[in-house]
């Protein structure tokens, strides 16, 4: 059906920089929102930016002006530019989007979808 395949996380120093890119495929009509959001141990999943299809964009209060979410349609990525490491961003990052696709009976339908997540950790 549909896969979101995310690359891009690693190890990095407080106050470096990583970019985080989250591939959609299969059989896709259109994509709608996507976002990234993320995961430490023992506590919730949490937004941290969302990206609608015309690129309108929003961003949790903890990384305004240190990440950037932005896609690229034609490639059916979103991206996640981070600068400006703390340890505190250290986590697992999920990749989210609303599509729609087809079924394998060829039924267009619309459903929420997550990346497997890619570890980051921003220590010295």
């Known amino acids: 059906q549909v896969q979101l395949v995310e690359s891009g996380g690693g190890l990095v120093q407080p106050g470096g920089s990583l970019r985080l890119s989250c591939a959609a495929s299969?059989?896709?009509?259109?994509?709608?929102?996507m976002g990234w959001y993320r995961q430490v141990p023992g506590k919730q999943r949490e937004l941290v930016a969302v990206?609608?299809?015309?690129?309108?964009?929003n961003y949790a209060d903890s990384v305004k002006g240190r990440f950037t979410i932005s896609r690229d349609n034609a490639k059916r990525t979103v991206y996640l530019q981070m600068s400006s490491l703390k340890p505190e961003d250290t986590a697992v990052y999920y990749c989210?989007?609303?599509?729609?696709?087809?079924?394998?009976?060829?039924?267009?339908?619309?459903?929420?979808?997550w990346g497997q997540g890619t570890q980051v950790t921003v220590s010295s």
């Open positions: 299969g059989s896709i009509v259109t994509i709608n929102g």
């Open positions: 989210n989007a609303d599509i729609t696709f087809y079924t394998a009976h060829s039924i267009a339908r619309e459903n929420d979808f």
């Open positions: 990206i609608t299809s015309d690129s309108s964009t």
